[in-house]
């Protein structure tokens, strides 16, 4: 793999975003490239919404009346990119993460806002490369499996997040 640029933008002001969220939300971005041995440069667009507008998009593109955690829109099919005339590098597709709905998860689930929203990013970008979980089976256990590879890779494995008590 040559480069990526991940290109973030906050369109929400209802969850402050921490420092360094972008930083990692750009690393769990290039490990997943890396674990997939992609060759090349690559350009990821990233928008951090509110879960109105994550429910929109979810409504106009895929005709679900409800708001979401993550969005994935590949610009790609079976490993076939369309370059960046400008730059060269492959446009892999848009990412759209509800920081709203990723600050609710990280309480539900026990860990770290930040673990959620690099979890999520990882999720999206094995979407924008074509793996999917819907159908379940096999293909969502060898997606879920990458997720967590790339989870532990960028040190954020499940669990690590977790609160211990102070006599443990």
């Not at 933008?9 to 402050?16: D, H, L, R, T, V």
């Not at 990280?106 to 979407?127: D, I, K, N, P, W």
Request: charged share 25%.
């Amino acid at each position: 793999m040559d480069k990526i640029k991940v290109n973030i933008e906050n369109q929400q002001k209802a969850i402050k975003v921490p420092t360094g969220v972008r930083m990692l939300i750009r690393r769990c971005c290039h490990a997943v490239l890396e674990l997939e041995g992609f060759e090349g440069s690559a350009e990821v667009d990233v928008s951090l919404v509110d879960n109105q507008r994550i429910h929109e998009i979810n409504l106009e593109q895929r005709n679900i009346d409800a708001p979401t955690d993550v969005l994935s829109f590949p610009l790609g099919e079976n490993g076939v990119y369309d370059k960046n005339p400008a730059t060269g590098a492959y446009m892999l597709g848009d990412i759209v993460i509800s920081m709203e709905k990723a600050q609710a998860q990280a309480e539900e689930f026990g860990h770290t806002f930040q673990r959620e929203v690099g979890y999520l990013a990882v999720h999206s970008m094995l979407h924008l490369l074509g793996y999917d979980h819907v159908q379940g089976g096999l293909e969502a256990v060898r997606m879920r499996e990458k997720e967590e590879a790339v989870m532990l890779s960028v040190g954020l494995p499940r669990g690590s997040s977790y609160v211990l008590e102070e006599d443990q």
